[in-house]
T-cell receptor, first 111, second 115 residues
């Protein structure tokens, strides 16, 4: 089992719709989770972090965390073509003091 | 502005040659990391350092070496022992000390190609 599982996509949504990106992780000790956005040919950029169960909202982005289910998600409301990118889920392993990255989900927002 | 600078942006390596990728940060971060990304793949950890003069192997350290003589600098050498070095190399940094960790700041990356 991979440490971090993400659907590789591509996930295609129309402009203005909600995009839902999901991630499961295997390390029960992970306490914090990060979402990165990576445009094609570019380096990843941190967009969200979440540490507690529940929802965390930042502009059009909402991160959701359920530690009991080992599940974290990212919702993008009012999706724009500029949101088309690969989104990487990254749990932080406190024991090893390092972040593990999922392979990412490619999102395509159709204008 | 604070950030991470990687150089060069593109690098070509001949068979049997060692090459060094530069990574410099002015964010005053203690921790620095090197990742490798292959097309369509996730990020794989090569080496990381939480403090000057100390570093640890990541998941794919074979064929690579690093040094951390200064807080600002974490160069990566790709040796001739690395048989498949063609990839996108990413350097990142973060603060340390928090129980929940910190998000990373990435450099713009170096694309290494074997010719």
């Amino acid at each position: 089992q991979k440490e971090v599982e993400q659907n590789s996509g591509p996930l295609s949504v129309p402009e203005g719709a909600i995009a839902s990106l999901n991630c499961t992780y295997s390390d029960r000790v992970s306490q914090s989770f990060f979402w990165y956005r990576q445009y094609s040919g570019k380096s990843p950029e941190l967009i969200m972090s979440i540490y507690s169960n529940g929802d965390k909202e930042d502009g059009r982005f909402t991160a959701q965390l359920n530690k009991a289910s080992q599940y974290v998600s990212l919702l993008i409301r009012d999706s724009q073509p500029s949101d088309s990118a690969t989104y990487l889920c990254a749990p932080f392993q406190a024991g090893g003091f390092k972040t593990i990255f999922g392979a990412g989900t490619r999102l395509f927002v159709k204008a | 502005d604070g950030g991470i600078t990687q150089s060069p942006k593109y690098l070509f390596r001949k068979e049997g040659q060692n090459v060094t990728l530069s990574c410099e940060q002015n964010l005053n971060h203690d921790a620095m990391y090197w990742y490798r990304q292959d097309p369509g793949q996730g990020l794989r950890l090569i080496y990381y350092s939480q403090i000057v003069n100390d570093f640890q192997k990541g998941d794919i350290a074979e064929g690579y070496s690093v040094s951390r003589e200064k807080k600002e600098s974490f160069p990566l050498t790709v040796t001739s022992a690395q048989k498949n070095p063609t990839a996108f190399y990413l350097c990142a940094s973060s603060p340390t000390g928090g129980a929940f960790g910190y998000g990373y700041t990435f450099g713009s990356g170096t694309r290494l190609t074997v010719v």
